[in-house]
């Protein structure tokens, strides 16, 4: 039937749970205004986790028809199909997508939950990006209990949220997650704007009371971070948490008005707690984290974003040099902002920092990779993680963090006229000058000189593009810090990680250590040690200590490929090696930079 001009293009996806014992989707695409040779491709990539994960490989069954025509469809490569079509009749595209990833990353069905991203179900239709794009989701045929929470735009739904949506464009489409189930719902508002809460996989104990009033206070601070008490200019109408708890697993995907959240269920707050401050459970520290650090992306990331960013490339890798700002900031602020709501003490938050710098000061990666770099080589380096990644790379996230901290120490050390500049200015000072949007590392540059009246170039290039160390320690003391050098444990003193479960196996030996000078390598096992002529069984890696002591000379035997080897191992001495812990040293300094 040909199409009247007066009803827009748009294009319509219907999905159905057609098999949830085999995992499988079926979708129905419907495109009004079919171009002569169609195009149609499903992302290699999801916007925020960056790695090719070619989702097409889960696509399969693909079929075009015209009317009540089936045309044929080339494959043009491994995510990409072309339709010869009749540009007068809309094209009905018919595939299904196997979905048992049970990630924040890509698509999950089984009787009991749904869960998808629409870059693993929604092709992208070549020259409609902009479109009007329609989901219709179909209630399931196994489950009545089931309901739907998604940040789209309800269009003509029923009670449980079946039915259709729409999303101005593909980008919106991509990164607005769908979770349908019978999970748990709490709502709250902040300054009046709607947030919904929900909780797939919750345990009968779950004490939704407190997560949502937890979410609440960490919310309320960051709309008052960015705006004040300006409702107005939150960039949202309406915002969605979806937690899926399960036993085992973490993480969080930022979305533009949504994200999607899993955490360990030991790790949400109990009915039988008696309420107090966070401090009894650390993962649960860890997950109202996770939420700080999600929520502060809808800002950080999906607004004011890399200028590389600007259109989105689903079909390969999009290279920034900026994730360490982007990431790193955000996990300064997580935490930061967590105090601030009172939900941890300064001598948590201390514990958090102090954390984060261990991780970055026990890896020599750090003198080989600047965390510019680390970010342009996500895709292959952080995202594609082996037993050698801590010796030639360093996380954006950890130290583009301490980079966050380095900064806004040293704004508030230099004050402007009396009045401390901090980096909450400079955030701010960015989300306008870059008008929530596109922004480049010399508007950073250009925000700091204008608030501080002197240039930041040099500092920036030390910390970001140069593998020269932080100056994390002269900063922190300033602002009321007492660091102090405990002698490191006897893996870290050696360089090594090891797993001992049945014995000890190496999983990384750290350049420039003992272990590395010795010669071991990833996956040896390490079957004891010889010394004065005695030879010792090790069972755990601490045993070494047990019958050598700091500062000896042993010879390791090590198991390599089913052959044995002798190698020569000098213990480091007791306090060659140290971390370091953090603690509150003037209490009224440590409170001004934290409150
Ligand atoms: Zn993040």
Redesign the pocket.
Known sequence: MPVSKKIPPALHYRIEAVDVHAHIYGVTLTITQPAALQRVSLPVWIV?SYMVREFSKQLMGIRAQQGKRNISISQLDKSTWQIDCDTSQALTLQYQVHAYDNSVRTAWLNTHRGFFNATSLCVQVDGQYSASHVLELQPPKHASDWKVATGLTPVKVDRKGFGTYSAPNYDVLADTPVEMGNFWSGHFKVMGVEHQFVVAGAPPTFDGGRLVNDAQAICETICSFWHGNKRSHIPFERYVFMLNAVGEGYG???HHNSTALICQRSDLPRLSDDGALAKSNDGYTTLLGLIS??YF?TWN?KRLRPAEFTHYNYAKENYTELLWF??GF??YF?DKLLRRSGLIDDAQYLRLLNKTINQVLQTPGRKVHTVAQSSFEAWTKYYLQDANSPNLTVSY?TKGALVALCLDLSLRQHGVRNHSITLDHVMRDLWKRCKAGPMQEADLLEVLKELTGRSWRNDLHAWVHSTRELPLEKLLTAHGVTIHHDPAQLAQALGLRVVEERGVVIKQVLNGSPAHAAGLAPADEWLGVEINNSLWRLQKLDDVLLYAGWGKKVTALISRDRQILRLSLTLPKVKEHTTWRLSIGEANKVKAWLN
């Open positions: 925020g969080g995907l930022e650090h999600e992306h990331v982007f990431e955000t996990s997580d996230y």
